[in-house]
């Protein structure tokens, strides 16, 4: 289970998510890792970040950008399964942090921003359903850990 | 090439995606189709629609999640090719149409929004980067009729 190619470049020393501070993990091989993202108004919010420093999907090898996009795939069951949100987004932006990394966002119809995106103006306070942090973070980390091989650092 | 799961509802006739009414096609299988965004601020914005009214990609079988996924990297990879962006965003929200779309939007950094995600308030008017529709939507459906097997309806 190793990557593909190995031109990409490892680490880029100015480039946040080529390190791991102060991010609470959910699970980790030696190709990416899922953080949960400190997002109170979106509890169960997600982000698979690929540990190389690669920009776009298309400077991945084809196997490569399956091998992430199965891991996306793993988080959005999991975040459905404990969450039962009325949609899911999925995103991979980068303008602000060129490298890898897919947003996994569960949407519910009274939350702040719904229907629109999450980075358009807001449409309200925050909605009630989301169950807290507490119930939800070790939930999904058990039931991610189960469905992908986990290795630890 | 035909779907692996003959469940997935065909059409649902309150869904706008389930028809393709007023669109610019670029490509198109029996699957999926690409058509141009009329999004005069974005040339280039493309977006990739399920032909089945399905709502989230863990609804689709494996296999279909990367038939779809490979069709929105050749259109990635298209639009780079003729647009030279400064960075690729993709996304699939779906929230106001919940039926399948992918969003691949070239992005500039002198672009209305950039380096915020399009759907935040604009930061600045229109740059001049991004070359007419005229010249950009042939050479689109060209490059990804070379690409892709083209189903004509």
């Keep these: 289970m190793s990557?593909?190619?190995?031109?990409?470049?490892?680490?880029?020393?100015?480039?946040?998510?080529?390190?791991?501070?102060n991010e609470h993990e959910l699970w980790r091989d030696d190709f990416c890792?899922?953080?949960?993202?400190?997002?109170?108004d979106y509890p169960g919010f997600c982000r698979i970040?690929?540990?190389?420093?690669?920009?776009e999907m298309t400077d991945l090898a084809p196997q490569d950008r399956r091998r992430l996009m199965d891991?996306?795939?793993?988080?959005?069951?999991?975040?459905?399964t404990v969450l039962r949100p009325d949609?899911?987004?999925l995103a991979s932006l980068?303008?602000?942090?060129?490298?890898?990394?897919?947003h996994v966002i569960p949407r519910f119809a009274d939350d702040r921003h719904f229907p629109d995106a999450i980075w358009a103006p807001p449409r309200r306070d925050a909605g009630c359903r989301p169950p807290p942090?507490?119930?939800?973070?070790p939930r999904l980390m058990?039931?991610?850990?189960?469905?992908?091989?986990?290795?630890?650092?």
Aim: net charge neutral.
């Design 3 to 21: 990557l593909a190619c190995t031109q990409y470049l490892m680490k880029n020393p100015d480039c946040p998510l080529c390190q791991s501070t």
């Design 33 to 40: 890792r899922v953080i949960w993202v400190d997002e109170p």
């Design 49 to 55: 970040i690929l540990s190389h420093h690669v920009r």
């Design 71 to 80: 891991v996306v795939f793993a988080v959005e069951a999991v975040v459905r």
């Design 87 to 89: 949609k899911i987004n």
């Design 94 to 102: 980068g303008n602000m942090v060129p490298h890898l990394h897919w």
């Design 133 to 137: 942090e507490a119930d939800v973070r």
């Design 142 to 153: 058990a039931l991610l850990r189960e469905r992908l091989p986990f290795y630890p650092e």
